[in-house]
């Protein structure tokens, strides 16, 4: 992909980005020539421009001469142009004062906070995915193929799912196969129910499989503090001019918000990479808008990536304060929970 930009080029599209950034109107070649360093001609500047405009990188808004990047020009620009800055002393401090290991809730939701407050966008933690361990199970049969399970857990904390099954039980076989469940493997993970539940297979009957797999299926999914992500400071995106001018856009960032699983697959997904991602628009493959960014870093506890800290704002937010931000918080984070 460098390979298609020359030096020149790039030079000319770090600086339309970092200049459409900061003021949020179209770039012009006059803009261009005068923050680029360049020694170029107005003519040479419109003829890079035209060729970034072919390969994608930058577009015209048809009420403006000047340029404003595209999805692919942001990409281009994260993974090959960003020089990131270092956080401010201030900044820093203020997020290794809020991030001490009391209460790990708190120190999520303090996360959560301080990122929408340094960014001014909106801060969003996932959770701490851990095995939950079981006491006692229960099904209870609510309908004709749904069964509703109760999980209490070694502290006495009761949480339900509801599993949706592929036929119906009756009431004495769901006492049967809590019963199998509670006198073999009371005190374990749902984790460990599965592998032991594989092995012993051929000695249980197919279809109670079924259902104790959907069990623990379903108890995989219980994080521990119920709640799968904490966001905070949505309302700052519909302070963003570029979001909410578009109506249509707002819609469906509120719909993002409220379907909840489009951003736990982002999570989801930045809990499987390294270090700090950067999601633009839909390129998460999940329905997110165009216009909005999702920076990500997942965070661990004793070692173990448990869950990820991110900042969801608009694309043109500063990547080069925003990804500091991202990255250190959930190093904070990870610190103040391992040492719990």
Same mark, same amino acid.
């Given at each position: 992909?460098?390979?298609?930009?020359?030096?020149?080029?790039?030079?000319?599209?770090?600086?339309?980005?970092?200049?459409?950034? *900061?003021?949020?109107?179209?770039?012009?070649?006059?803009?261009?020539?005068?923050?680029?360093?360049?020694?170029?001609?107005?003519?040479?500047?419109?003829?890079?421009?035209?060729? $970034?405009?072919?390969?994608?990188?930058? *577009?015209?808004?048809?009420?403006?001469?000047?340029?404003?990047?595209?999805?692919?020009?942001?990409?281009?620009?994260?993974?090959?142009?960003?020089?990131?800055?270092?956080?401010?002393?201030?900044?820093?401090?203020?997020?290794?004062?809020?991030?001490?290991?009391?209460?790990?809730?708190?120190?999520?939701?303090? =996360?959560?906070?301080?990122?929408?407050?340094?960014?001014?966008?909106?801060?969003?933690?996932?959770?701490?995915?851990?095995?939950?361990?079981?006491?006692?199970?229960?099904?209870?049969? $609510?309908?004709?193929?749904?069964?509703?399970?109760?999980?209490?857990?070694?502290?006495?904390?009761?949480?339900?799912?509801?599993?949706?099954?592929?036929?119906?039980?009756?009431?004495?076989?769901?006492?049967?196969?809590?019963?199998?469940?509670?006198?073999?493997?009371?005190?374990?993970?749902?984790?460990?129910?599965? *592998?032991?539940?594989?092995?012993?297979?051929?000695?249980?009957?197919?279809?109670?499989?079924?259902?104790?797999? =959907?069990?623990?299926?379903?108890?995989?999914?219980? =994080?521990?503090?119920?709640?799968?992500?904490?966001?905070?400071?949505?309302?700052?995106?519909?302070?963003?001019?570029?979001?909410?001018?578009?109506?249509?856009?707002?819609?469906?960032?509120?719909?993002?918000?409220?379907?909840?699983?489009?951003?736990?697959?982002?999570?989801? $997904?930045? $809990?499987?990479?390294?270090?700090?991602?950067?999601?633009?628009?839909?390129?998460?493959?999940?329905?997110?808008?165009?216009?909005?960014?999702?920076?990500?870093?997942?965070?661990?506890?004793?070692?173990?990536?448990?869950?990820?800290?991110?900042?969801?704002?608009?694309?043109?937010?500063?990547?080069?304060?925003?990804?500091?931000?991202?990255?250190?918080? =959930?190093?904070?984070?990870?610190? *103040?929970?391992?040492?719990?």
């Amino acid at each position: 992909m460098i390979s298609m930009l020359d030096k020149r080029a790039q030079v000319l599209l770090k600086t339309l980005v970092e200049r459409y950034i *900061a003021e949020g109107q179209p770039v012009g070649s006059r803009t261009l020539s005068r923050y680029s360093g360049l020694d170029l001609s107005p003519a040479t500047i419109r003829n890079v421009m035209a060729d $970034l405009e072919e390969l994608g990188f930058i *577009a015209s808004p048809h009420t403006s001469a000047g340029r404003v990047p595209t999805p692919a020009g942001y990409r281009f620009f994260v993974d090959t142009l960003l020089v990131i800055k270092q956080l401010e002393s201030r900044e820093l401090h203020r997020l290794e004062g809020e991030l001490h290991p009391d209460n790990p809730q708190r120190v999520i939701q303090s =996360a959560s906070q301080l990122l929408s407050n340094l960014t001014q966008f909106a801060g969003v933690v996932m959770t701490p995915r851990r095995a939950v361990t079981f006491k006692h199970i229960e099904f209870l049969k $609510l309908s004709e193929k749904r069964v509703l399970l109760i999980v209490v857990t070694p502290d006495g904390d009761v949480q339900n799912r509801i599993l949706f099954t592929e036929r119906d039980y009756t009431p004495s076989e769901l006492i049967e196969a809590a019963n199998y469940i509670n006198q073999n493997y009371a005190g374990q993970s749902l984790e460990d129910l599965r *592998a032991h539940l594989q092995g012993e297979l051929r000695e249980i009957r197919q279809d109670m499989m079924q259902l104790m797999n =959907a069990a623990v299926e379903a108890g995989s999914a219980l =994080a521990e503090g119920g709640e799968e992500y904490v966001v905070t400071g949505e309302r700052n995106l519909f302070a963003v001019r570029d979001l909410s001018q578009d109506m249509g856009r707002m819609k469906q960032l509120v719909a993002m918000f409220e379907r909840k699983t489009s951003l736990l697959q982002i999570l989801d $997904l930045s $809990l499987r990479g390294h270090g700090v991602q950067i999601f633009i628009g839909g390129e998460s493959g999940v329905a997110a808008p165009d216009d909005v960014s999702v920076v990500t870093a997942p965070y661990r506890v004793d070692g173990e990536v448990v869950g990820t800290v991110g900042v969801i704002g608009p694309t043109r937010m500063a990547y080069d304060r925003v990804v500091p931000i991202v990255d250190i918080t =959930a190093k904070l984070l990870s610190s *103040a929970l391992s040492q719990h």
